[in-house]
């Protein structure tokens, strides 16, 4: 059972290895897993979880297989004769039944009956580890869903290793590298020290506001807020356009064409050279007209250049430019879909979400997805 278990999550898009596998029977050898199937589920979870994203899925593949295991199946003999000492009611309560975890050869199993707590033993509140996912309380912690300002700070953090360290006998005290030291040394305090890092992280921030963009207002004032609270950047510099990048870039939201407001992509790539990194945040949801047509270039009199046009020159200007989309890259193309699909294919596009983040940061430090 426990190897159709094991190839059930791999089905499932958990990555667990064999490694991890022989780690946890060695687990449940020692009876870490308190012969319970609640037990059992904290005990996988320690062992062959790496990311508190993977906690969700492993949860609903756990409630999958063992539901239909132990919903049907009677009480061993063995487990009956254990709850009728402590209380007969409970021999015949199917709620109970998937509350003992046996094996044969391991701690709790028949033969060890001793070792085997009684039901409503454990973390669950008296409640089984089997109904527990299935209720689907847990919290999500997928890495699919939206971000808040914490998160976005946090993925702002990858771009620190674009710092470089200065050259000077100064050394400053590396927290990472003495914490991993002293654990290797068995808690023997090992301090490690490093030279300081200096910034040089230059990022031009380009942000769609207004229309369709209206309903994503407060994620992007989170991550607005997030790239400002950044200390660890050199330069930011944000402005803002509608839909899409054609002549001009506004320093507000309001777009307004006023002095002092607004910059041309011209004069701003003059100004910022290949070293800035460019994050471009919209939902490229527009009529395709407005990619290759001039109409919506109001600000240069409808003669500009078109919007794609753009796009390439601020590409081959700014090699490290991705583009994070609040809406998910869409499988099919569709009337709704075209320009969000074209666009996807000038620049990298990645969601806006703590996955598309991570992913879209590292391709900006590597240039590779």
């Given amino acids: 059972m426990l190897i159709d278990f094991f190839y ?3 089905n499932k898009g958990l990555k667990i290895s064999i490694g991890e596998w022989m780690v946890l029977m060695e687990g449940m050898e020692k009876g870490l897993h308190e012969s319970t199937l609640e037990g059992f589920r904290h005990l996988c979870r320690v062992v062959l979880l790496r990311d508190e994203s993977e906690f969700d899925p492993f949860d609903v593949a756990f409630d999958e297989f063992f539901r239909n295991r132990f919903a049907a199946k009677p009480l061993p003999k063995e487990v009956r004769e254990v709850l009728e000492r402590i209380d007969p009611k409970l021999a015949g309560t199917p709620g109970r039944r998937d509350q003992v975890f046996v094996q044969e050869g391991m701690a709790g199993a028949p033969g060890a009956g001793k070792n085997a707590p009684g039901p409503g033993s454990g973390s669950g509140g008296g409640r089984t580890s089997i109904f527990a996912p299935g209720s689907r309380r847990f919290r999500d912690f997928r890495k699919d869903n939206t971000l808040d300002t914490r998160q976005f700070q946090m993925a702002f953090r990858v771009l620190r290793n674009l710092s470089t360290q200065i050259e000077t006998n100064e050394q400053e005290l590396d927290i990472d590298r003495t914490i991993d030291s002293t654990c290797r040394r068995s808690g023997l305090l090992q301090v490690e020290y490093r030279k300081p890092r200096k910034n040089t992280i230059r990022v031009i921030l380009l942000m769609d506001s207004g229309g369709s963009m209206s309903s994503f207002a407060r994620l992007c004032s989170e991550l607005f807020q997030a790239a400002t609270a950044a200390r660890h950047l ?27 407001n607004y910059i041309s992509a011209d004069h701003l790539m003059e100004e910022c050279d290949e070293r800035y990194r460019v994050i471009i945040v919209g939902d490229a949801e527009m009529h395709l007209y407005e990619l290759e047509g001039t109409e919506y ?3 240069d009199n409808k003669a500009g250049i078109p919007g794609t046009e753009m796009l390439k020159r601020l590409k081959r200007h700014f090699p490290h430019m991705i583009w ?3 809406v998910p890259l869409p499988d099919y193309g569709s009337p709704q879909t075209e320009s969000h699909l ?7 596009m990645f969601d806006l979400t703590l996955d598309g983040l991570e992913k879209g940061f590292r391709f900006l430090l590597s240039g590779k997805k």
């Fill in 8 to 10: 059930y999550l791999r």
């Fill in 234 to 260: 050199r330069e930011l510099r944000t402005y803002y356009f509608h839909n899409l990048i054609y002549s001009l870039l506004f320093m507000d939201p309001t777009m307004e064409l006023r002095d002092g």
């Fill in 297 to 299: 270039n109001f600000y």
């Fill in 324 to 326: 994070l989309n609040p």
């Fill in 342 to 348: 074209a666009i996807a294919e000038l620049v990298d």
